[in-house]
């Protein structure tokens, strides 16, 4: 009899073990099938949200390039930036500040003396020129040296040349002679500074990305959802729908009920 019973457990022992390898292989499926479902399911989402990630991305990459890194305060180099007023009354102004960006616009202009018109207004004329690609030490000489009616000749076309009218000038302002006067700009490289962005500065530059981003993702979303937005809804339920009939759950708790039987008969013959 302990044979028989013995035989029966062993019997039982093989049968649970077979069992238990059946549940194995189809939790190893179902755990495949839940990464091929979740896998396919984040590609076709990410297919849609992709744009808005570019957006983001590009959107953050030109800030940190041109208006400083949003969230994180960046340190730069400012260098030291000359700005001269010189006029042909011999007036000479010198402002000197450190700057990280540099935009100059060198200019020369020229200002008439006040001539009486008929009708009892005065008159005088304007010109300015930009003169960014000529020396210093040229402009000066224009200023000081040059016949205001050679301006023309030796730089080119005005970007302004207008008359100015006016009928309420004083005794002095009549008999004021007509002058130059000119602004120069110049860089000094060799002399810079390091700032480190303040706080509000950040706070600034973070806050204009963040409505700057929301707004290019907003045309984004209108150019490409706007025509498809009503049938996105249903495409992705659709497609939901065909991952999990070409992926289904393999159901085990049948095998798992029978497992757990011959637990309780492998115990039972077992004492």
Request: aromatic share 10%; net charge positive; hydrophobic share 30%.
């Amino acid at each position: 009899m302990n044979n028989n019973y013995m035989t029966y457990s062993e019997v039982l022992k093989k049968e649970i073990n077979k069992l238990q390898d059946e549940i194995n292989i189809i939790n190893k499926i179902n755990n495949q099938t839940k990464i091929k479902r979740n896998t396919i399911k984040g590609l076709y989402t990410l297919r849609h949200i992709l744009p808005f990630i570019l957006t983001t991305g590009l959107t953050f990459g030109a800030f940190s390039a041109f208006e400083g890194t949003p969230f994180k305060k960046d340190s730069y180099i400012a260098t030291l930036e000359v700005k001269k007023n010189i006029d042909s009354k011999g007036v000479t102004k010198i402002e000197q500040k450190y700057k990280r960006n540099h935009n100059f616009e060198g200019s020369l202009s020229y200002i008439g003396e006040w001539t009486k018109q008929d009708n009892g207004t005065y008159t005088r004329k304007i010109k300015k020129y930009l003169t960014n690609d000529i020396e210093e030490n040229i402009i000066e000489n224009i200023v000081n040296n040059v016949d205001f009616n050679s301006l023309d000749d030796i730089l080119g076309t005005p970007i302004i040349d207008k008359t100015e009218t006016r009928n309420d000038l004083t005794i002095n302002q009549i008999n004021a002679k007509p002058y130059m006067q000119a602004i120069i700009y110049r860089e000094d490289k060799n002399n810079y500074i390091t700032i480190t962005e303040s706080n509000k500065s950040n706070i600034i530059t973070a806050t204009i990305w963040i409505i700057v981003n929301l707004y290019t993702n907003a045309l984004v979303y209108d150019a490409i959802m706007k025509e498809t937005k009503g049938k996105y809804k249903k495409n992705f339920e659709k497609r939901l729908e065909k991952i999990n009939e070409n992926y289904p759950n393999t159901n085990s708790s049948e095998i798992v009920k029978k497992l757990e039987l011959k637990k309780e008969q492998y115990k039972k013959y077992s004492k």
